[in-house]
């Protein structure tokens, strides 16, 4: 008797170690028997940031002989979905001045309608989009030139601009 309550007594604990994690309804009783467990689900947005310059024709025809005031040489599409806004810089490779070997032509840039300003070699501010943003930004930003009259010697004057999104 003694040997078959112990058997008993192991099988019904072994029983219950097995059934650890399920939980036991009393028999008869499905108004009390409940259980409950959580399913989080959740996805990602990546982050981006994206510019593009759109020059216009007039970014590779400036008239260097006669100067030019406030010429619109390109357009610049901004777009990020970065919460905090975003800054663009530009940085020009020739620090402002359109260069043909030893010749060269200073000039000034204005970006989305702000004040001209001689550029230089790193990057100068010349936007800030303030956050909070709640989607995806598109916005859009004209270029333009303006320098003096230059009889410098006959060839071809550029620089290379630089501009960079960053998302705060």
């Given amino acids: 008797m003694k040997l078959s309550l112990f058997v008993t007594t192991l099988a019904l604990l072994a029983l219950s170690q097995a059934n650890a994690t399920q939980k036991m309804c009393p028999p ?3 108004a009390i028997c409940q259980d409950q467990d ?3 689900i959740s996805g990602r947005i990546i982050p981006f940031c994206d ?3 759109n020059a216009d024709a007039a970014a590779t025809n400036l008239n260097i002989s006669s100067g030019e005031t406030a010429k619109k040489v390109a357009s610049v599409t ?3 979905n970065s919460p905090n806004g975003y800054t663009v810089h530009v940085a020009s490779a020739n620090s402002g001045k359109l260069v043909n ?5 200073p000039y000034q840039l204005s970006y989305n309608s702000g004040a001209f300003f001689s550029p230089l070699a ?3 501010l010349v936007k800030t989009k303030a ?3 709640t989607s995806t930004v598109t916005e859009v930003s004209d270029v333009k030139v303006s320098f003096a009259a230059s009889s410098g010697s006959a060839g071809l004057y ?3 601009l630089t501009f960079t999104l960053t998302g705060l």
């Fill in 122 to 124: 790193t990057n100068t």
């Fill in 28 to 30: 008869g009783d499905t």
């Fill in 38 to 40: 959580k399913l989080v």
């Fill in 158 to 160: 550029s620089d290379t």
């Fill in 51 to 53: 510019i593009k310059v």
């Fill in 101 to 105: 070997g030893t010749s060269q032509v």
């Fill in 131 to 133: 956050g909070p943003l």
């Fill in 78 to 80: 901004e777009s990020t």
